[in-house]
């Protein structure tokens, strides 16, 4: 737990003094703003159908920057020091790969849930001018941070397949953006079986839930599991790279 | 003996060490994605979904869980709603929880514009007059609900140029309610009396009554016309008998079958109009219900309801809305609603003692409106000394004394049957609303008539420009200046 706990420390602060995660701050927060203000437009036009919940159209739009956002903040996360030798370093201290790769994930996790914590201010100003039902407000973060979960766990693996950062974040883009596809899928398949299975994965009607205040213990399953499977496969992507 | 270089393949043992990492890799990999698998199959199997909303909005009653626990047949949902609908969402929300909460239960959607002959053969199949409905199936027997009863809108903003806005949800009352009837097996059978100018249950003219035929078959009644003049007796196996519109009166033994249906614990629903008669003075014409009534604690005004404030725009002040409606379970769903029920030419009906507890007003005008006893002619009346002074009572409920192992007689009398026509109730929703609870109430089935609608969040932002302007200028300047100022103190701190 130590060795996770340094690994953790270490890599949080190489994210918050580096000048590149304010950049990715700042346009975060101009994107998530451009989305909100849309919100905003919608519900002071009394033409225009309102969203219900209100914020429900903040996540389902929002989520969407994941697909760039997760493997962007991970592909340097491992790659970084494959390529610069570090990690040879890092082996011969007494720390297992599986601690190694569970520190620098929980820290890119750290820091993309503190990219989201100024979005509450949107809700804050919401609410000064109208009652807002929370629960689905934070349904709606808990869908954000668990979907988040699992891409950022996909890009830590994309990471740990390569020295090179751009090809990470390419692969973990190219991984993500499949997992999207097969949301899209879910429309046009007519076969029962087939669809109830794609809706397990389609993160699409999953942030939809969430976003509208439903938590299903099944994405959350998933999520959790999914996380699992690909740390793992990191871990052992990271000792096959150590034998040779 | 000479020494043979011996060829130790050094390459191939590489190989064979690097084969079994990969191997072992691979089993590994195999194995956690195996138990991956394994874990997603048992959290599918055994969910649980949470609604966090403060409304409750997905979440179902305890008389939904109850009704659909105790399901004895399998029952299918069949939705014509296209995903793009308003309604699609949380009539796909309810349904899956109706799913999960009983085996019995299975739900199908058909999008009329994707399968659009799938749809219409199912159209045809279920006998549903449009698209934007849900059909309700077991067996033989099926329910239709439709779309435009499912949500409560707000039409206020219409004026202004404002889209309706949804404000409440129905569909877990609607979709009980069906599951009940379906439940109940037997259809309630309901017998409306012919011979004495009634209106007819076929007629599909403005003044019939087949648009409430069809919306009461729905409601799984079974109508029937019955000529009770040359009935000795109530049919036995008669759930309720309606008189709706007489003109004309009914004969003693008529009456007396009626009196006796009555003490055996039956049902009416009786429409009464004032119908003036042919000669100018004469009065309203006589049903034979005046005194019958009495004896059960109604007392039939021999007046013509005038509500100059409660009149329809435009229309003479005896088209008039009730201004309000009494405690009771049938127009309980009306006064919370507060969508309004249109009479045409109503008499007064009230209790014939004050204080009666038997006795429960359902409707009343305003104060300002009265019971016009002088019908030489309606047009140009004034209120008088002569008149009822308002708020006058449209329609009571009445129930006979609970007596153990016998079944109290229950009785509803509305001053008009206008109300009940096909252009009333075509054009005004709650009449059917008012007639179907009524026959609900009557026919004991009060379950139907209690789910209340769930309430939508529905926020709206009144803002000033400038606040408008502030919200802009905090989120679009001034949150990412704070992030790019964060980021060039760190910058400036690192370089030094």
């Known amino acids: 737990m130590k060795a996770v706990w340094a690994t953790y420390t270490r890599e949080l602060r190489a994210y918050y003094f580096s000048p590149l995660a304010y950049v990715v701050l700042f346009f975060f927060l101009f994107v998530t703003g451009v989305v909100f203000i849309n919100l905003v437009g919608s519900l002071v036009d009394p033409r225009v159908m309102a969203p219900d919940p209100a914020l429900s159209y903040f996540f389902r739009s929002s989520w969407l920057l994941l697909i760039l956002l997760a493997p962007v903040l991970t592909m340097r996360l491992i790659s970084e020091e494959l390529k610069s030798g570090s990690i040879e370093i890092l082996m011969t201290a007494p720390i297992t790969e599986a601690q190694v790769v569970a520190g620098k994930y929980l820290a890119s996790f750290t820091f993309y849930a503190s990219l989201w914590l100024p979005t509450l201010v949107y809700a804050l100003l919401i609410a000064q001018q109208s009652e807002v039902d929370w629960g689905p407000v934070a349904a709606g973060y808990l869908g954000i941070l668990g979907i988040g979960a699992l891409l950022l766990a996909i890009g830590t693996f994309a990471s740990s397949m390569t020295r090179s950062q751009l090809v990470a974040a390419m692969v973990g883009v190219a991984l993500v953006f499949l997992l999207f596809l097969v949301g899209l899928f879910e429309e046009s398949v007519t076969h029962e079986g087939m669809k109830e299975a794609l809706a397990y994965v389609n993160l699409w009607s999953h942030i939809d839930e969430f976003s509208r205040g439903i938590v299903d213990t099944r994405h959350l399953a998933y999520y959790g599991t999914g996380v699992l499977f690909f740390l793992f496969l990191a871990t052992r992507a990271l000792e096959d790279k150590k034998w040779r | 003996m000479t020494d043979e270089p011996t060829s130790e393949p050094t390459v191939p043992r590489v190989s064979r060490r690097q084969l079994v990492r990969t191997g072992t890799l691979s089993a590994g990999v195999l194995l956690v994605a195996a138990l991956f698998l394994i874990f997603n199959y048992l959290g599918w199997k055994y969910h649980h979904r949470f609604d966090w909303t ?16 105790e399901l004895k047949k399998d029952v299918e949902f069949v939705v014509f709603i296209a995903p793009g609908q308003d309604l699609y969402k949380p009539v796909q929300e309810i349904l899956s929880q109706y799913d999960a909460a009983s085996q019995k239960v299975t739900v199908r959607y058909f999008d009329p514009e994707r399968n659009p002959v799938e749809a219409q053969q199912l159209i045809q199949k279920y006998n549903v007059s449009s698209t934007g409905q849900v059909v309700v199936v077991s067996g033989a027997d099926r329910r239709v609900v439709e779309s435009a009863d499912l949500a409560e809108f707000d039409y206020s903003g219409m004026q202004m140029g404002q889209p309706p806005k949804m404000t409440g949800f129905k569909g877990e009352q609607l979709f009980t309610g069906a599951l009940l009837q379906i439940a109940e097996g037997r259809k ?3 017998l409306f009396t012919t011979g004495h100018g009634e209106r007819s249950l076929d007629d599909r003219d403005v003044q019939g009554l087949s648009g409430i035929h069809e919306i009461l078959g729905r409601d799984n009644f079974e109508l029937e016309e019955w000529a009770s003049r040359t009935a000795a007796a109530v049919p036995p196996g008669t759930d309720l008998v309606v008189a709706a519109g007489p003109t004309s009166p009914f004969i003693d033994s008529e009456l007396k079958a009626f009196t006796s249906y009555l003490q055996g614990g039956g049902r009416m629903l009786i429409l009464v109009d004032p119908t003036l008669g042919q000669t100018a003075g004469s009065g309203l014409i006589p049903t034979g219900l005046t005194p019958w009534l009495a004896g059960y604690g109604v007392k039939l005004g021999e007046d013509i309801v005038i509500d100059p404030k409660g009149a329809y725009p435009g229309a003479p002040p005896y088209t008039l809305f009730p201004d309000g409606y009494g405690d009771h379970p049938i127009t309980a769903p009306l006064s919370q609603s507060g969508v309004p029920v249109l009479l045409n030419v109503a008499r007064s009906v ?8 038997q006795v429960a007003e359902l409707l ?5 409106g009265w019971g016009e006893t002088s019908l030489a002619s309606v047009e140009n009346v004034e209120k008088d000394a002569g008149d009822l002074p308002g708020p006058v009572s449209l329609g009571v409920a009445v129930e006979g004394p609970k007596e153990e192992g016998k079944k109290a007689w229950r009785l509803v009398v509305l001053g008009d049957s206008d109300l009940a026509t096909n252009q ?18 009557l026919a004991e089935r009060e379950a139907l008539l209690t789910i209340p609608p769930k309430k939508t969040e529905n926020v709206r932002l009144n803002l000033t420009s ?21 980021g060039t103190v760190v910058y400036f701190r690192r370089r030094r």
Do not use: C
């Open chain 2, 364 to 368: 009343r005008t305003t104060g300002d």
């Open chain 2, 350 to 357: 009230a209790a014939a003692t004050a204080g009666n507890p």
């Open chain 2, 188 to 190: 309630p059978k309901i």
């Open chain 2, 54 to 69: 403060g409304g409750g909005v997905y979440s179902l009653s305890d008389k939904s869980k109850s009704v659909l626990q």
């Open chain 2, 424 to 441: 009333l109730v075509q054009g005004m929703p709650a009449n059917a609303v008012l007639l179907a609870n009524s026959l609900n109430w």
């Open chain 2, 466 to 486: 400038g606040q408008v302007r502030t919200i802009y200028l905090t989120v679009l300047l001034l949150l990412p200046l704070l992030a790019a100022g964060l």
